[in-house]
């Protein structure tokens, strides 16, 4: 069969090491190779990249040749996710040590390394190290020949870098009335929100002591040396006021100051360029509430005062979930949202099989429910030979970790005419790159109401003069939360279904509202919590 020139066999091809390192490692070298001359590989890249082959014909990468290693000077590091063989045959912690006095004899300055670090972590059967291309190749060289059983490496994969998916909607969902029929307001309920943080002094959380923890719950930081109650970013605030707490006119000094925006874009005169500036317009708001109003939220916080953050950031804090509720044997934290992901490509990974996937796959196992942002890359650019190049629905478009099987995976609507504007955009569509159907639901994802925190609530003051405690966001990072704060409000009142969470997302899915859309863009529907609630 003649081959497809758009697919790359190379990456099927058996290897330790991830077809995305891979390509970021030939980056790496074309870029010295422009600043330099050097035109080769060194020796572990090679045999790293003949290696492991499953059809027995080794193809080595194009037009690449092999040079003598260089120092460990001259290469710069790399953040790597490295998988542990769980067929090691003295299992799998002791393949963590193995691995780790591997890396330490290699680069000695990582035997002083600490958690606040992060050069090198140990979780469950994944190790997170920042080394040299060196080390990585020597490790490389070590493993592709040895027996599966002698192996301590299964793979190698870049440590992804996550970014946030960026009230009239708590009635679209019908929280309200849920609220007034049935009292599910989540109380007793805890949510860990992972994200920038939760900004602890707001005081959208003061009414219902939202924030208030105990052990051995406890709101942890995963970036290395920030304050989970503190939000310099802004999202994870942003995203948590979505699912709990509540605020009334009369219960601030002052009135709730909360803000609309709008977009102005306009000619300058003297060089005809179009600029655009953004303006908050003031909405008076007399009280707002999230979906499940008395949950409790725990701050891990894994992205960084710029809203940036690592993959392996997540998975050490869904391993500490884990921990804390006993691997399924206490659970005392219910739910998780994750408002934050990465782009996938099909050549990386089989789709749903990341490490993050895997991860949150086994805390749904555990008994927690996971609910995930689809993402925002659901359109892209259209050319066809009747028209120009025009912006356009993508399918094919959802971000890992919503390609998790088990996961809730949420994509946006309109805040309060769904029927009418269908599914957002921006927002993610299916099916996964593996041909299953996601997303899951839908939930209010356009210009939602919520708090306002660090580099936003800054930017309104600055442009209008007064403190800011509510503002405008779009994305599925804002509907991903109405759904984690219907799931709270359902169990707690439906408590039967705690522990549960495959039978959670069945019970939601089953009773989403019909938009009327091709299921690759609406899931099931939109997410209506009073069905829920009456359906069982």
């Not at 999202?235 to 219960?251: M, P, R, S, Y």
């Not at 690759?520 to 829920?532: I, P, S």
């Amino acid at each position: 069969m003649p081959t497809d020139p758009e697919m790359d066999r190379f990456n099927l091809t058996r290897s330790v090491i991830s077809a995305p390192l891979i390509r970021d490692l030939h980056e790496r070298h074309r870029r010295k190779t422009a600043n330099t001359g050097i035109t080769k590989f060194p020796q572990g890249m090679k045999n790293l990249l003949t290696s492991r082959n499953s059809g027995g014909d080794q193809e080595p990468p194009r037009n690449e040749q092999v040079p003598p290693q260089q120092s460990d000077a001259d290469l710069p590091h790399l953040e790597v996710i490295i998988e542990l063989n769980l067929a090691y045959k003295d299992g799998v912690e002791k393949a963590a040590e193995r691995l780790k006095e591997l890396l330490v004899q290699a680069e000695p300055e990582l035997a002083a390394d600490t958690d606040g670090d992060h050069h090198l972590r140990i979780s469950s059967q994944y190790v997170f190290a920042r080394i040299t291309e060196n080390t990585l190749h020597l490790l490389v060289d070590r493993e592709h020949d040895l027996p599966r059983q002698e192996r301590i490496v299964q793979y190698i994969w870049p440590d992804f870098d996550v970014e946030p998916h960026l009230h009239r909607s708590v009635p679209t969902v019908k929280a309200d009335a849920a609220h007034v029929a049935f009292c599910a307001s989540g109380k007793g309920m805890v949510w860990a929100v992972l994200d920038s943080g939760i900004q602890g002094d707001h005081p959208h959380f003061k009414k219902h002591d939202n924030l208030n923890v105990t052990l051995p719950i406890q709101h942890m930081d995963f970036t290395g040396g920030g304050d989970p109650l503190q939000d310099p970013f802004g999202h994870g605030t942003h995203v948590a006021g979505i699912i709990a707490g509540e605020l009334q006119n009369d219960q601030i000094d002052g009135g709730i100051k909360a803000f609309t925006r709008t977009r102005v874009d306009r000619m300058d005169p003297n060089t005809r360029e179009i600029k655009t500036d953004i303006k908050y317009i003031p909405e008076p708001i007399e009280r707002i509430t999230g979906v499940a109003p008395e949950c409790k939220l725990v701050s891990f916080r894994v992205l960084d005062q710029n809203g940036r953050g690592k993959t392996s950031n997540i998975i050490m804090a869904l391993n500490k979930i884990n921990e804390i509720n006993a691997y399924g044997r206490s659970l005392i934290i219910h739910g998780v949202n994750l408002s934050v992901g990465y782009g996938f490509e099909a050549e990386w990974f089989a789709c749903g099989q990341s490490p993050l996937c895997t991860e949150v796959n086994r805390l749904v196992k555990s008994g927690v429910v996971v609910v995930v942002a689809a993402g925002n890359t659901g359109y892209g650019t259209l050319q066809t030979d009747a028209m120009s190049a025009v912006k356009s629905p993508l399918q094919l478009s959802i971000n890992d970790p919503g390609n998790a099987e088990l996961a809730i995976t949420v994509g946006a609507t309109h805040r309060d005419q769904p029927h009418t504007y269908g599914v957002s955009y921006f927002s993610s569509k299916g099916p996964t790159g593996d041909g299953r159907m996601k997303p899951d639901l839908v939930a209010p994802g356009e210009k939602i109401q919520s708090c306002a925190a660090g580099t936003t609530a800054a930017a309104v003051n600055l442009k209008t003069g007064t403190p800011c405690h509510y503002v405008e966001d779009s994305g599925t990072s804002m509907a991903a939360p109405h759904v984690s704060g219907a799931v709270a409000a359902f169990l707690s009142i439906r408590k039967e279904f705690i522990g549960q969470p495959e039978k959670v997302k069945k019970i939601f899915m089953d009773s989403a509202i019909d938009l009327g859309r091709s299921r690759d863009f609406q899931g099931k529907g939109m997410v209506d919590l009073m069905r829920a609630i009456q359906s069982v």
